[in-house]
């Protein structure tokens, strides 16, 4: 068994390990300097957006190399069980958290695979601090882990994932998003204009 197992002793499946011929991600040089907020990438957007009032306003910062930080705090909009996060929405910041990634590498890019361990159980009120970092980079394929602690960004590990993303062009949004959503998106300036930092990608 590989040493550098990132999930303790719950392997991933295969379609998460890297193939031989994956490379390093390299950090676009336009990417934001480590400790720089990244904003979000769309307002309605459930994981960062501003205008979801029970969303999980999660703030992602640009780490080092290919690696983003990022806090959620469990409300109590968020509950499964009485007084403790759903698994689900502890997966959607993680899932967040991944996503940002992408934009340190100026890739537009959306989720294939995602696999969550869920470690310790969240109380609402919890603020999950995540980790996230590329691992490696095999053509549209993206390969990315993450970790959740709880109790502060050194405490232990409440949550992990693996996941695997896919390169795709602006065209998969504009083709497949309910057009009322894609019109209004395409009306807003700053929308565009976010979108343009990754078409000028070489
Ligand atoms: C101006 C207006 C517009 C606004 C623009 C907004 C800009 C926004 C900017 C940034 C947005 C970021 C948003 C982040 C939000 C958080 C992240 C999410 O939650 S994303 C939502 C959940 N995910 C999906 O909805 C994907 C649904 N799936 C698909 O659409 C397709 O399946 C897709 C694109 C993932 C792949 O389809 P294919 O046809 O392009 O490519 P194929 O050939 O199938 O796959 C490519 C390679 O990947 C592997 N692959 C694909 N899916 C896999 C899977 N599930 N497991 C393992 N491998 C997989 C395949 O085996 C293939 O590998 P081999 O090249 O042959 O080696």
């Not at 190399?65 to 990022?70: D, K, L, N, P």
């Not at 499964?80 to 990634?101: C, F």
Request: overall charge negative.
């Amino acid at each position: 068994m590989s040493t550098a197992n990132p999930r303790g002793t719950n392997p991933a499946s295969s379609a998460l390990t890297p193939p031989p011929s994956a490379i390093p991600p390299v950090r676009h040089p336009d990417a934001p300097a480590p400790g720089e907020l990244l904003g979000a990438h769309y307002e309605d957007c459930f994981g960062c957006g501003g205008g979801q009032p029970h969303g999980l306003h999660l703030q992602a910062r640009a780490g080092e190399g290919v690696s983003i930080t990022a806090e959620f705090t469990v409300k109590p909009a968020h509950q499964g069980a009485p007084g403790l996060a759903h698994g689900g929405v502890l997966t959607s910041a993680l899932d967040e958290t991944l996503g940002s990634l992408n934009w340190l590498l100026r890739t537009i890019a959306v989720t294939g695979r995602l696999e969550t361990d869920f470690v310790r159980p969240v109380p609402v009120d919890t603020t999950l601090f995540l980790q996230a970092e590329v691992a490696a980079v095999a053509g549209r394929k993206i390969y990315s882990t993450a970790v959740g602690r709880i109790g502060g960004p050194d405490g232990p590990v409440a949550v992990r994932a693996q996941a695997l993303f896919i390169e795709v062009k602006v065209d998969h949004f504009i083709d497949n998003g309910r057009p009322e959503e894609i019109r209004a998106a395409m009306a807003d300036p700053d929308q565009i204009r976010r979108v343009r930092a990754f078409e000028v990608n070489p």
